[in-house]
């Protein structure tokens, strides 16, 4: 059964740090483009992090040089360090995961990350 479970969300003041997880079950991680995306209230959701099946990451110009994406694929996991935290940053985040051997999206149900100023 395909399922992918996200946390590591929460509050965390301006400047500090998170990690987000994501394990990703059902057999589906690889080959796959593995994402992390967001949603503030009241806006559409939006691409934040990217990485392909061969470790290619590309990154939403608004977090670029902040947050990292990365994948073990032993393991069932993708991640999302994010540092120098901003408020923009507060939004559900959610990990989503495009197989190519399915030819299918799936996505997790999204953890909150608040960044108080």
Not at 55 to 77: C, E, Q
Request: aromatic content about 8%; hydrophobic content about 35%; charged content about 20%.
């Amino acid at each position: 059964q395909v399922r992918l479970e996200e946390s590591g969300g929460g509050l965390v003041q301006a400047g500090g740090s998170l990690r987000l997880s994501c394990v990703v079950s059902g057999g589906i991680i690889s080959p796959a483009v593995l994402g992390w995306h967001r949603q503030a209230s009241g806006n559409q959701r939006e691409l934040v992090a990217r990485i392909t099946t061969d470790g290619l990451a590309t990154y939403a110009d608004s977090v670029a040089g902040r947050f990292t994406i990365s994948r073990d694929n032993d393991k069932n996991m993708m991640f999302l360090q994010m540092n120098s935290l901003k408020p923009d940053d507060t939004a559900v985040y959610f990990c989503n995961v495009f197989s190519y051997s399915r030819g299918e999206d799936y996505w997790g149900k999204g953890t909150l990350v608040t960044v108080s100023s």
